[in-house]
């Protein structure tokens, strides 16, 4: 079976928090007609040549998508069931805010398909939430995952750490709570700083935005034993889970299987026999939305990916799992063995300094490698074979 993905990118919040750098966009007015014609229309589009593919996993993300009508969503769930065979078991995720939540709009998602739910908690401590940006109290986020858990059989939430002056008594203590409302999955992100975000703005000031790396890689080992004891151990470099939990979306990316990404700054990966194209719709929502309109989608390029780019995805992407990077999918993916992809050389250090294990069928990051992912993999990479 070759499976895919189905991502629809509602690009709208109420306010945007200053670590993100997704494609998000604050507007005081959003025409939720206009806006569900226009997805439904690039659905139909990004549907055409897709005959015989199962449909597998279908994610709203965003922005925030717990913003749409359930009318949207349902009508978008819907018409996807119609356009795709789908799995029997497919996994239906959309992202929500504590600050939108409210019982009878996530009973109305329920009610439209969807059958997970991921959660932006960030932070169970008011006054990291406030730091984070964020329009919910640590009080909201207990309650939005209370009515999660009346609805939806299975749900995540997400949690921020490695924050200015954390503390590992602090962190351990958050954790814990947490685990008391989680249902087989969390993500745990340590805080970055990227680029054109205001916290990149206030670190260039001088301010201290995040813990330095010793502390850093401590937080990150506590919280993998944490984990571990837990019953959900981690499957990809910030996602841990019970066996069977796994978002499955994810996995695609992660594994570089396809996806369609259909909304204003959307990527998709899409294979055509031999060939594997990148796909991005037009970033700026009015942008998207005037060109669907006019010609049925937002598709502002479609791009060819040779088989030396399919191999730096693949590794990006692949080495950020626990199980590591299936060798075989190199052979499928680029036609070049092991030792064509990567240099012996780069594979022996990795090997030697007990970052990378290396199988008959995977390339494994060890804990000290998923410490040093980046590292890792740019020697890999950037070393000629």
């Given at each position: 079976?070759?499976?895919?993905?189905?991502?629809?990118?509602?690009?709208?919040?109420?306010?945007?928090?200053?670590?993100?750098?997704?494609?998000?966009?604050?507007?005081?007015?959003?025409?939720?007609?206009?806006?569900?014609?226009?997805?439904?229309?690039?659905?139909?589009?990004?549907?055409?040549?897709?005959?015989?593919?199962?449909?597998?996993?279908?994610?709203?993300?965003?922005?925030?998508?717990?913003?749409?009508?359930?009318?949207?969503?349902?009508?978008?769930?819907?018409?996807?069931?119609?356009?795709?065979?789908?799995?029997?078991?497919?996994?239906?995720?959309?992202?929500?805010?504590?600050?939108?939540?409210?019982?009878?709009?996530?009973?109305?998602?329920?009610?439209?398909?969807?059958?997970?739910?991921?959660?932006?908690?960030?932070?169970?401590?008011?006054?990291?939430?406030?730091?984070?940006?964020?329009?919910?109290?640590?009080?909201?986020?207990?309650?939005?995952?209370?009515?999660?858990?009346?609805?939806?059989?299975?749900?995540s939430f997400d949690l921020i750490y490695a924050r200015p002056q954390q503390t590992p008594e602090s962190w351990e203590k958050e954790l814990l709570e947490a685990l008391n409302y989680a249902k087989g999955?969390?993500?745990?992100?340590?805080?970055?700083?990227?680029?054109?975000?205001?916290?990149?703005?206030?670190?260039?000031?001088?301010?201290?935005?995040?813990?330095?790396?010793?502390?850093?890689?401590?937080?990150?080992?506590?919280?993998?034993?944490?984990?571990?004891?837990?019953?959900?151990?981690?499957?990809?470099?910030?996602?841990?889970?019970?066996?069977?939990?796994?978002?499955?979306?994810?996995?695609?990316?992660?594994?570089?299987?396809?996806?369609?990404?259909?909304?204003?700054?959307?990527?998709?990966?899409?294979?055509?026999?031999?060939?594997?194209?990148?796909?991005?719709?037009?970033?700026?929502?009015?942008?998207?939305?005037?060109?669907?309109?006019?010609?049925?989608?937002?598709?502002?390029?479609?791009?060819?990916?040779?088989?030396?780019?399919?191999?730096?995805?693949?590794?990006?992407?692949?080495?950020?799992?626990?199980?590591?990077?299936?060798?075989?999918?190199?052979?499928?993916?680029?036609?070049?063995?092991?030792?064509?992809?990567?240099?012996?050389?780069?594979?022996?250090?990795?090997?030697?300094?007990?970052?990378?294990?290396?199988?008959?069928?995977?390339?494994?990051?060890?804990?000290?490698?998923?410490?040093?992912?980046?590292?890792?993999?740019?020697?890999?990479?950037?070393?000629?074979?």
């Amino acid at each position: 079976m070759n499976p895919l993905g189905l991502y629809i990118h509602w690009p709208f919040c109420l306010s945007k928090c200053p670590y993100c750098d997704f494609n998000s966009h604050v507007r005081q007015r959003i025409d939720q007609k206009r806006w569900k014609v226009a997805l439904l229309r690039e659905l139909e589009h990004a549907a055409q040549n897709q005959e015989g593919r199962t449909l597998v996993s279908i994610f709203f993300g965003g922005g925030t998508p717990s913003l749409m009508e359930p009318e949207t969503v349902k009508a978008l769930l819907e018409r996807a069931t119609s356009l795709f065979h789908c799995a029997e078991n497919i996994e239906i995720t959309l992202e929500a805010n504590p600050s939108t939540v409210d019982a009878a709009r996530f009973k109305s998602f329920f009610e439209a398909g969807i059958n997970r739910l991921s959660v932006g908690i960030q932070s169970l401590d008011d006054k990291a939430l406030s730091f984070l940006g964020r329009r919910h109290s640590a009080k909201d986020a207990l309650r939005a995952l209370d009515i999660a858990s009346t609805y939806f059989p299975r749900f995540s939430f997400d949690l921020i750490y490695a924050r200015p002056q954390q503390t590992p008594e602090s962190w351990e203590k958050e954790l814990l709570e947490a685990l008391n409302y989680a249902k087989g999955h969390l993500s745990l992100y340590q805080l970055t700083i990227e680029p054109q975000t205001a916290f990149a703005t206030r670190l260039a000031r001088g301010e201290a935005m995040v813990l330095e790396d010793d502390p850093a890689a401590f937080l990150y080992e506590m919280t993998e034993a944490l984990m571990h004891s837990a019953g959900l151990p981690p499957y990809e470099i910030s996602n841990y889970a019970e066996p069977t939990q796994e978002c499955l979306h994810n996995l695609l990316y992660w594994n570089f299987r396809d996806y369609i990404g259909i909304g204003p700054g959307a990527h998709g990966r899409i294979s055509s026999g031999e060939e594997k194209w990148a796909t991005s719709r037009y970033k700026a929502p009015e942008t998207w939305l005037e060109a669907v309109e006019t010609q049925g989608h937002g598709l502002e390029y479609s791009q060819l990916l040779s088989p030396l780019e399919r191999l730096h995805e693949l590794t990006l992407m692949g080495l950020r799992m626990t199980k590591g990077l299936e060798i075989k999918r190199i052979l499928e993916e680029t036609g070049l063995d092991i030792h064509q992809a990567y240099a012996y050389q780069a594979l022996e250090l990795l090997k030697k300094e007990n970052l990378l294990q290396i199988t008959d069928t995977h390339l494994i990051p060890t804990f000290e490698g998923r410490l040093r992912l980046n590292g890792l993999i740019s020697l890999l990479l950037n070393t000629p074979p």
